[in-house]
């Protein structure tokens, strides 16, 4: 058998089709096979040299499908290296982006008479190169709408550029619209395509490839949109080729991030499922939808919460006799594009309703038990799945949270748990899910904030307007709170006119600040009582932070509620965050000593860390250790409180190495299981460096903890005096030769000279976060980074900026040149839990990264 070119089509008329476009264009050897099992037989017992020429196939089916049929061609003899031409056939469901690697081109069906040849011999001519072998078809080189097809998905339109009647349309055209693509030829542009608010004759005329809201013809009457217009060659000739992006929530994501969008701004209840209902029923261009509510038993039939049919209603099945829900309420999804029918034998419902394209999935609340089933079906089946598909599952988790929340307020009020006028959760449920979320932020070392709301003068309401009106305050302000805050959080009504929210998941403090400064602008909204009458009602807010203030439920709304009335004190209509005040701490300062003492061996003490990252990249290339002390009673203090009373008694000393060995501990663990080269500093103290056996401690702790010296940094405060610690140079000369770096912490809120820097053995400069977060606000303050960042360079020190909370803050010192930056813009304080997550997420990101291809 000779060279020749293998054709592969399992419809006769698509093969015949295939033979004689290339017999009429003069090619000797063809064979014409059914399938690749076929080929293999046609194949059996050919010579290896010389290859075919080309290989050409018909797909009919999915992106799997396509991709072993591709396997298998590519393993008959002769085809591994074979040009593989590939055709879409009307009824496959892979688009042309979802096609296998490694294929030379590909076409439509209705495109083999016109295209399939010239396409081969372009493809011939650019792999020769210069030499030109096989001479091309005339113009083949001004066809140059055919890369305009291959654009992703899009959908294109060929028109002639005098009749302006359709020449051709991409298979993207006919899928979407349900037509058939012999159903365009020849049809008037007119027919097929309007635009709206500029003439077509201008349109076409100008071809500036501009978007203009239009609506293009389909099976089912239009489909809106926007195309634009560009010239084009085609045959020879000059053409127009028009794109067409649909509105259509199953065509564009665009659209459907919208359909989402809404779909989750909805609030709760029966009418916001019946309206989230409808608007995917009618963006999705569904025939039918329907929600199931499972019986909590499991024993009962289930009961539908919602249904929508585009038709006259059939006798319904009940839901014991639809398979399909039972297996979707059992837990399994299931989801057909365009071939549901096949379950039409053991399903009375795709019976009736004749349904092509069909979805069930399971309604699953945060245990993953299912709640329900979502079912959604269309009669001409499902536009592109990578769209659909993720839109239906979204809509799925928004059903499920709305039953889960529906049926929580049904338990709720069964047992005293939700408040009757605004169906928040009550101070009992909310104390309850707050011990939850405590216990799960502490296994997962996450962060969260609780916020405590009271209502300014809500009692001059209710004493001027009624309770009525009062009451009316209560739901506004419900809607009000709801609608700032995130599906994870928690809102609850306390007591009152006090609410309480948790705001989960916190990284930045700035991160629950802005929620607190929104619900502010929220509840300045003027507010309208039923018979007209305005009211201006504010808040005064408190926030408390886990773990930072409290790790207990009393604790930390105790401290919330104290930074709430000392909003109160500052004006009311603000917020303000839990401080342990140092008015406290001189009152109670003998209490918190002798508590202090015993703060170690009680295990109140933790360690946390602070990434800091590259001023460039961004990457993590250090972090700094900072103790935490959560007293029993108060709650989290501030090291600005304990760290002056620990100095004060001389318990800095064993607070200072004990925090030393955890932390190195945790750096060594960490240096083991990613490698990173992590730096990790340690604050000295005054007191610390008069210790004379500091350089033993140091040594020793490096020593049992097996931590490479080059990795510890030990930070020393800038305002430490050589007077004050007459041999201060010497300790840090000392630690430089165990082989620790150096940096002097705090840098311009001291009185160093610059003869002083030079006598320290400096590794790094730290700039303090008072003048940092000025910038931006006072030339002074910036004037003073400035200067610090050069005479650091000068001195051949590297320079980290603390504090940097804002994108001004990080522009303003990468254009000056710091090096390394820390501060909440990047990353708060964390557990040691969630900063293995971070290291661990940055090592899968980077692992990603160097695994994809060149």
């Given at each position: 058998?000779n ?7 399992a419809?006769?008329?698509l ?7 290339l ?5 000797p050897q ?9 080929a293999a037989?046609?194949?059996?017992g050919?010579?290896p ?12 089916g999915?992106?799997?499908q396509?991709r072993?049929?591709?396997e298998q ?6 085809g591994?290296d074979t040009?593989l031409?590939l055709?879409?056939?009307?009824e ?8 296998p690697p490694g ?6 069906a ?11 011999r372009r ?10 072998a ?9 066809d ?7 654009e ?7 028109v002639d550029?005098?009749?302006q009647r359709l020449?051709?349309?991409?298979p993207?055209?006919?899928?979407h ?5 012999s ?7 007119a ?5 709206e ?7 076409l ?17 239009v ?17 127009l ?23 989750f ?12 209902g409808?608007?995917?029923f009618?963006e999705?261009?569904l025939d039918?939808?329907?929600v199931w ?6 024993v009962?039939?289930?009961t539908?919460?919602?249904q929508?049919?585009?038709g006259?209603?059939?006798?319904w099945?009940p839901?014991?006799m639809?398979?399909?829900?039972q297996?979707?309420l ?13 379950l ?6 795709l019976?009736q ?8 999935l ?21 536009g ?6 993720p839109?239906?599952r979204?809509a799925a988790a928004r ?20 408040d009757a006028?605004?169906g928040?959760p ?17 296994r997962?070392?996450e962060?969260?904030?609780v916020l405590?709301v ?10 001027t ?6 009451d ?9 709170l709801c609608?700032?805050?995130?599906a994870?959080?928690?809102v609850?009504?306390y ?7 948790v705001?989960r998941?916190?990284v ?6 802005r929620v607190?400064e ?9 507010l309208?009582?039923e018979d007209?009458?305005e009211?201006?009602v504010?808040?005064s ?9 409290a ?5 930390l709304?105790?401290h919330?509620d ?16 839990y401080e342990?005040?140092p008015?406290?701490a ?13 703060a170690?061996g009680?295990?109140?003490?933790r360690?946390v860390y602070?990434p ?10 250090g972090?700094?250790?900072?103790v935490?002390?959560?007293h029993p ?11 002056p009373?620990?100095?004060e008694?001389?318990l ?15 750096a060594?663990?960490w240096?083991q299981r990613y490698g990173?080269r992590l730096r990790?500093g340690?604050?000295l103290?005054?007191v610390?460096l008069?210790?004379?056996q ?6 020793r ?6 931590l490479?010296?080059?990795l510890?940094e ?6 430490i005096?050589?007077?004050a610690?007459?041999?201060l ?9 165990l ?23 400096a ?5 303090d976060?008072s ?7 006072d ?10 960042i050069?005479?650091?360079?000068r001195l ?5 900026a603390?504090?940097v909370?804002i ?15 820390q501060?909440?813009l990047?990353?708060?304080p964390?557990q ?8 661990a997420?940055?090592?899968r ?5 160097v695994?994809?291809?060149?």
């Amino acid at each position: 058998m000779n060279s020749g070119i293998l054709v592969v089509a399992a419809q006769r008329e698509l093969r015949r089709s295939l033979f004689d476009a290339l017999d009429q264009a003069g090619y000797p050897q063809i064979h014409s096979a059914r399938d690749v099992s076929h080929a293999a037989i046609l194949l059996e017992g050919r010579p290896p040299l010389p290859p075919l020429q080309l290989m050409v196939m018909v797909l009919a089916g999915d992106e799997r499908q396509a991709r072993i049929s591709c396997e298998q061609l590519r393993r008959l003899a002769g085809g591994a290296d074979t040009p593989l031409i590939l055709v879409l056939a009307d009824e496959a469901t892979l688009s042309p982006a979802d096609l296998p690697p490694g294929i030379t081109d590909w076409l439509s069906a209705s495109q083999i008479g016109n295209e399939l040849v010239p396409r081969w011999r372009r493809s011939q001519a650019a792999g020769r190169g210069a030499r030109k072998a096989v001479p091309a078809e005339p113009d083949a080189a001004d066809d140059d709408y055919r890369c305009v097809f291959e654009e992703g998905d899009s959908e294109w339109l060929i028109v002639d550029a005098q009749s302006q009647r359709l020449l051709e349309v991409s298979p993207t055209v006919a899928r979407h619209s349900r037509m058939h693509a012999s159903q365009w030829e020849g049809l008037p542009l007119a027919e097929v395509l309007r635009f709206e608010g500029i003439a077509t004759e201008q349109a076409l005329a100008e071809a500036n490839r501009n978007w203009y809201p239009c609506q293009r013809k389909s099976a089912q009457g239009v489909d809106t949109g926007q195309a634009s217009v560009r010239r084009v060659r085609h045959a020879g000739s000059d053409a127009l080729a028009l794109m067409f992006r649909s509105d259509r929530a199953d065509l564009r994501a665009e659209a459907a991030l919208s359909l989402l969008s809404r779909i989750f701004a909805s609030t709760t209840g029966v009418d916001a499922q019946s309206a989230a209902g409808r608007m995917l029923f009618d963006e999705l261009g569904l025939d039918y939808l329907a929600v199931w509510s499972a019986r909590q038993d499991g024993v009962d039939a289930p009961t539908q919460m919602l249904q929508l049919w585009n038709g006259d209603d059939p006798a319904w099945p009940p839901a014991q006799m639809q398979s399909s829900l039972q297996l979707v309420l059992g837990g399994k999804p299931i989801l057909y594009r365009t071939d549901a029918k096949r379950l039409a034998q053991v399903d009375p419902l795709l019976r009736q309703l004749e349904l092509a394209g069909f979805a069930g999935l399971p309604l699953y609340d945060e245990r993953h038990t299912v709640l329900g089933a979502m079912l959604a079906g269309s009669r001409r089946g499902f536009g592109e799945m990578g769209i659909i598909e993720p839109v239906l599952r979204c809509a799925a988790a928004r059903f499920a949270q709305m039953l889960e929340l529906g049926r929580t307020r049904e338990q709720g009020r069964a047992e005293g748990l939700v408040d009757a006028l605004t169906g928040l959760p009550n101070r009992l449920l909310f104390n309850d899910r707050l011990d939850t979320i405590i216990r799960e932020a502490t296994r997962n070392g996450e962060c969260f904030a609780v916020l405590f709301v009271d209502l300014d003068r809500f009692k001059a309401i209710n004493d001027t307007y009624g309770h009525a009106a009062g009451d009316q305050v209560l739901r506004t302000v419900t809607q009000r709170l709801c609608g700032s805050i995130r599906a994870s959080d928690t809102v609850a009504r306390y007591a009152g006119d006090e609410f309480t929210v948790v705001l989960r998941h916190i990284v930045r403090n700035d991160d629950a600040l802005r929620v607190a400064e929104k619900i502010v602008q929220v509840m300045e909204t003027p507010l309208y009582l039923e018979d007209g009458t305005e009211l201006q009602v504010t808040a005064s807010m408190g926030l408390s932070f886990f773990p930072d203030d409290a790790g207990d439920t009393q604790t930390l709304l105790k401290h919330a509620d104290e930074a709430m009335y000392a909003a109160k004190h500052e004006g009311r209509n603000n917020f303000q965050i839990y401080e342990v005040s140092p008015e406290y701490a001189l009152q109670h300062g003998m209490a918190l000593k002798t508590r202090l003492r015993h703060a170690e061996g009680n295990g109140e003490l933790r360690v946390v860390y602070q990434p800091q990252v590259d001023a460039k990249s961004e990457d993590i290339v250090g972090m700094e250790a900072l103790v935490r002390w959560e007293h029993p009673e108060l709650g989290m203090i501030s090291p600005a409180v304990f760290i002056p009373l620990a100095e004060e008694t001389g318990l800095i000393v064993s607070i200072g190495e004990w925090v030393m060995r955890t932390a190195c501990l945790q750096a060594k663990e960490w240096e083991q299981r990613y490698g990173l080269r992590l730096r990790l500093g340690v604050n000295l103290s005054a007191v610390q460096l008069m210790e004379p056996q500091l350089l033993d401690t140091v040594a020793r702790v490096l020593r049992e903890t097996d931590l490479d010296p080059a990795l510890l940094e030990m930070e020393v405060t800038e305002s430490i005096s050589i007077k004050a610690v007459p041999n201060l140079v010497e300790n840090l000369h000392g630690l430089h030769n165990l082989g620790c770096h150096i940096a002097i912490d705090d840098f311009g809120t001291g009185a160093a000279s610059l003869d002083y820097l030079r006598r320290l053995p400096a590794d790094r400069i730290k700039v303090d976060q008072s003048f940092v977060r000025n910038i931006g606000v006072d030339p002074d303050d910036e004037a003073i980074v400035r200067a610090t960042i050069e005479m650091a360079h000068r001195l051949k020190r590297a320079v980290v900026a603390e504090g940097v909370e804002i994108e001004q803050h990080l522009q303003f010192l990468r254009e000056h040149g710091c090096d390394e930056l820390q501060g909440y813009l990047f990353c708060r304080p964390l557990q040691p839990v969630s900063f293995d997550k971070l290291l661990a997420e940055r090592q899968r990101l980077l692992e990603a990264r160097v695994a994809e291809p060149a």
